[in-house]
DNA sequence: ATAACAAATGAACAGTTGTTCATATGTTAT
DNA sequence: ATAACATATGAACAACTGTTCATTTGTTAT
């Protein structure tokens, strides 16, 4: 009455899954994981990230860059922000974005290696 | 007539406009990059790449140590082998999936990594 | 205080995604 | 050939995501 039987298959590798059971990091870090690899997982977002790579950019030069609203920049910079990839400084009217730390370059790095095969 | 109007702001940093552009990766490659990382946004399929960072699994020990469906798990696995993050081989009823190449590795990594502060 | 500009936010809508259910394909043993 | 099991696939549906539009907040200059 628990849990249902999710596998109509009879056990295969017990060893193997408990092995990979043990090791498996908990769940709440797992679904940190996912969400943020999931700020990498859209076009707008990895340009704003590819573009930020060489220099300090406002929403607005990020926008005319992208050709999309100063709205749809702003709404995704937010999840950056959330997510700790860029950070920003204000100055005057303006909001400086930049790279939050080196991981986002190796990420996008490793990302691009693995594609060149 | 060409292309709407897509920022209100006055121009404000041409020239970093222009260095950014130069630099940005095309359209194509930023896609196919977005698409990479979209197969690591998303927890099951985190899991899974995970559970194979140890060992060689078949489809049905990932359902079981998971707790999801054979379904949904060779759904994902399909993704996963057409993003080339996974590899497999058949043996006789099974086939065994593994981890790709060492690109997931170190983007799992890089990933975990960030989360660490 | 008011005007002008930059950025942020909320609601809404279309498009996408992940799971389930049902079924098909592939492999092995009888 | 048939049965039994492992995997793959297709359709369908709920949940989520990204953009737009309208509006608000924040900053600077007059």
Do not use: W
């Not at 994981?33 to 340009?47: H, P, S, V, Y």
């Amino acid at each position: 009455m628990e849990d249902a039987i999710r596998c109509v298959c009879v056990e295969t590798h017990p060893d193997a899954i408990r092995r990979a059971n043990e090791t498996l990091p908990e769940d709440e870090a797992l679904n940190d994981l996912a969400e943020l690899f999931k700020l990498f997982g859209d076009t707008t977002r990895i340009k704003i990230l590819y573009a930020l790579l060489d220099a300090e950019l406002c929403v607005c030069d990020i926008a005319q860059l992208l050709g999309l609203t100063q709205s749809a920049i702003s709404h995704q910079l937010r999840l950056l922000k959330a997510g700790k990839l860029v950070k920003f400084r204000r100055e005057g009217k303006s909001v400086f974005y930049s790279l939050a730390d080196g991981h986002v370059r190796s990420i996008l790095g490793q990302g691009m290696e693995h594609m060149g095969e």
